[in-house]
């Protein structure tokens, strides 16, 4: 089983709809983030916690919710999903951020 | 305000040659560096870091140049490989919390 894993890898959506994606990990570490990638501008944070009592928000929260269930989870939801969030999302663990991030596959979100 | 900048968006180099990838920073408070490389379908995996007390780290193929004054940094490969061929992100952490990626660099290997 892969250390990070997101759940879809692909997704469709409409305009409007609610979604969300899901990250789950086993190297148990405390601090868990979501990234977006776009061409030309690399991989931007969302929002990023440290612990299931600590969220923050990143440099493109808007639009944009999470929800760290357990050490092991934290999932990202788009309230009302337009255009421009399609995207690839990453999620991502580290124990430390000098340790460098572990991440998962990715989930390939298309809003028409 | 992008504090890690990768100005070159695509790279091609022959197989068996020098890569070189590089990268600038603007926060003059970066202390580490880090290197990831991404395929497609899959998510970044991290490759070589170097520390702002090195300018140099070395790690097989992969070796990484630090020039602080320049506020530069470089990724090279020698020789090249076919299994190169992938997106390169250079990355520092940002106040001890988060990591600030460039915009990434396509790096393809001509056989």
């Known amino acids: 089983d892969a250390d990070v894993t997101q759940t879809p890898r692909n997704r469709i959506t409409k305009t409007g709809k609610r979604i969300m994606l899901e990250c789950s990990q086993t190297k148990g570490h405390d601090r868990m983030y979501w990234y977006r990638q776009d061409p030309g501008l690399g991989l931007r944070l969302i929002y990023y916690?440290?612990?299931?009592?600590?969220?923050n928000k990143g440099e493109i929260s808007d639009g944009y919710s999470v929800s760290r269930q357990a050490q092991a989870k934290f999932s990202l939801s788009l309230e009302s999903a337009i255009p421009n969030q399609t995207a690839l999302y990453f999620c991502a663990t580290s124990e430390w951020t000098g340790d460098g991030y572990t991440f998962g596959s990715g989930t390939r979100l298309t809003v028409v | 305000d992008q504090q890690v900048k990768q100005n070159s968006p695509s790279l091609s180099v022959q197989e068996g040659r020098i890569s070189i990838l590089n990268c600038d920073y603007t926060?003059?408070?970066?202390?580490?560096f880090l290197w990831y490389k991404k395929y497609p379908a899959e998510g970044p995996t991290f490759l070589i870091s170097?520390?702002?007390?090195?300018d140099k780290n070395e790690d097989g193929r992969f070796t990484v140049f630090l020039n602080k004054s320049a506020k530069h940094l470089s990724l090279h490969i020698v020789p090249s490989q076919p299994g190169d061929s992938a997106v390169y992100f250079c990355?520092?952490?940002?106040?001890?919390?988060?990591?600030?990626f460039g915009t990434g660099t396509r790096l393809t290997i001509i056989p």
């Open positions: 990355a520092a952490p940002f106040g001890n919390e988060k990591l600030t």
């Open positions: 170097i520390s702002s007390i090195k």
């Open positions: 916690s440290f612990d299931v009592k600590d969220i």
């Open positions: 926060n003059s408070m970066f202390d580490y």
